[in-house]
DNA sequence: TTGATCATGTAACGTGTTACATGATTAA
DNA sequence: TTAATCATGTAACACGTTACATGATCAA
């Protein structure tokens, strides 16, 4: 039921439309809750039928109308009532740790080109975030200040994307050279 | 679709009942990939109709019967088949880092204390698999290599668990003591 | 006698994904 | 003229979670 509450923080910080939501939870926020816009506009909907959001019609010329939402003073209730109760620890679900846990069933070769591919992917993810850490330090004290929350999940996001190509470039290492391990992880 | 090509990496090790795979699902391959006995069973069902695994009933005396499900030929190849294709990066997806990220509409002492509290199960869940590890490197080299893929998961398993410690440390500090960040992270 | 473990299932509900659907503007 | 962007929605399906449901054995 998190939807709800991410749509809130974000419509906390200024009223938006139904696309630009969809704009944020691709950059932003989306770096840890994607949303798709057959999610959002629903949601939406849902939520205004529970008097959570309002919203205002844009009849523009040009354009389709456009309904720019804010939140409600119920909404903000609802949002400080969530704050309240902790969150579920998500899990974690990787098949391709399935994978790697039933190796042995697979051709090595095929198995090694998938996590080759993986690395790449993580590796990409981590100059992404590296990029937009750099931006935020280009910011004087007080915009680092107002951005301070944001950029703590940035931090999160680049720990994650290290980690995980860490551990891939160990598996390939391993897989590729037949040797075992020698010693504990990080030890 | 994966819980049917983890099921199917399960029994390609050895046939089981519903009820052990789900114990299975609560350790080792648990810790990557959870399923209820409700999914387990519906999933198992699904699967015989596809004819990817046959089960023999054991009518036991004392207890309820028991069907010992064991992959098919169809089984094998559905299993090869999914290791060739690529299996998509799960999302990263946390209610905590929208917490965190939203943090300015909390009372602060309510989100440190979620905080603490998660970072106290990750420290936990970090000893749990410790102590899983030492397990392994007390065994010889040929149960090592035999246990190499599991355990190659377990540290992804402790990496992660490490790698959320770290993270949940440093926004606590940074929370409680008002600074901000000096630097990039890991530099 | 109470709770844990063995052993199996169905049903309702919530959420997420994919496909379908429309229609205007603007840049290549 | 083709693709991308702005802007909104519905519908079907897959998957996961929670609740409901039964019934025997065994140890405290």
Redesign the interface.
Known sequence: M?LK??IL?LL?DQPASGYELVQEFRSG?G????ATHQQVYLELKKMHGEKLVRYEVETQDTRPEKKTYSMTAAGRRA??DW??H??????????????????????PA??IA?LR??LA??EKQVENY?RM??HY?DQD?PV??QY??????L??????E??ST??LR??LQ?LESGE??A????R
Do not use: M
């Open positions: 998190s509450h991410a923080v906390s926020i770096n840890f809750w994607k949002l400080t704050f309240l902790p969150a579920k620890p998500p899990k974690v679900r990787d098949p391709l740790l399935v994978k790697v846990y039933g190796a042995a069933l697979a051709r095929v198995l998938e591919a993986r992917a993580h590296r850490e750099q330090f004290e680092r200040r301070l929350h944001p950029y703590l999940t931090r999160r996001g680049i720990r994650y290290c980690e860490e551990w160990e598996v391993l075992l391990p010693k504990p992880v990080g």
